[in-house]
């Protein structure tokens, strides 16, 4: 896989998990955004939420599938540390507003919350070790 290789070949702080964590724990993550993602998008086409509630779950889909081409094709991590914050940011936001409407969206969407927070310091530590 070229991810965990690239992964294997770059400066990381001593905390830094092994490559081996990453599959299990997005594979947890995958099935709570697609179920609460799921739920938000079935709440907009039904015209229960408005568009700008589910704005940035959009944004966020769209942040978190750009950043494995930008870190492991690309190997870029300013840009793979924006996208990460820019993940970060659209995940507190989306929590945020979904929670007056669907609070259990919101709650199941903690252990992504904690994860990307971790994910983006390790980011920022990686783009500073790695920094040319």
């Known amino acids: 896989m070229q991810g965990r290789s690239f992964y294997a070949e770059i400066k990381k702080p001593r905390w830094a998990p092994p490559a ?34 589910a704005l940035p ?5 769209i942040f978190n ?34 929670y007056p409407f669907v609070p259990w969206v919101a709650f199941i969407n903690i252990p992504y919350l904690l994860w990307v927070s971790f994910a983006t310091v390790l980011q920022l530590a990686v783009m500073e070790l790695n920094a040319k």
């Open 20 to 53: 081996r964590i990453f599959a299990p724990v997005w594979t947890i993550l995958y099935v709570l955004i697609a179920l609460s993602y799921g739920h938000v998008g079935y709440l907009f086409f039904t015209g229960q939420i408005v568009f700008i509630t």
């Open 57 to 61: 779950f959009a944004l966020n889909l």
């Open 65 to 98: 599938l750009a950043y494995s081409p930008i870190q492991f094709v690309l190997r870029n991590y300013v840009l793979g540390s924006l996208d990460i914050v820019l993940i970060l940011a659209t995940l507190v936001w989306e929590m945020l507003v979904i």
